[in-house]
């Protein structure tokens, strides 16, 4: 497996940046996927994961900011981040996932190298 991401940036406050993940060496459209993240001296954290039928896992803190999306053609898959924040400032990472059937939780099985986004006040 293979996840490549991209998209990343300086950005200023309030504004937005699409981040994009491809996805080479899978059967894509069967697996759950996910955004992750890692600020300086932070633990990496979930933001938000879409399983193969739409369940979907999103941390409170994004809701109504960030928003995941796949495309199973292209093996490609998204994270919209709209109103960004300085405290966005991060290692986006993407990965294929394993989630709850529920959506209450999602965790990273297999990884993409990260791309950094600043978001600059």
């Known amino acids: 497996v293979q996840l490549q991401a991209s998209g990343g940036g300086l950005v200023q406050a309030g504004g937005s940046l699409r981040l994009s993940c491809h996805a080479a060496?899978?059967?894509?459209?069967?697996?759950?996927i996910g955004w992750f993240r890692q600020a300086p001296g932070k633990e990496r954290e979930g933001l938000l994961c879409?399983?193969?039928?739409?369940?979907?896992y999103v941390k409170d803190f994004v809701k109504g900011r960030f928003t995941i999306a796949r495309d199973n053609a292209k093996k490609t898959f998204y994270l919209q981040m709209n109103s960004l924040k300085p405290e966005d400032t991060a290692t986006y990472y993407c990965a294929l996932v394993h989630m709850w059937g529920d959506g209450s939780d999602c965790w990273g099985d297999s990884w993409g190298q990260g791309t950094l986004v600043t978001v600059s006040s």
């Open positions: 879409l399983s193969s039928d739409g369940s979907r």
């Open positions: 060496g899978v059967n894509f459209r069967l697996y759950p």
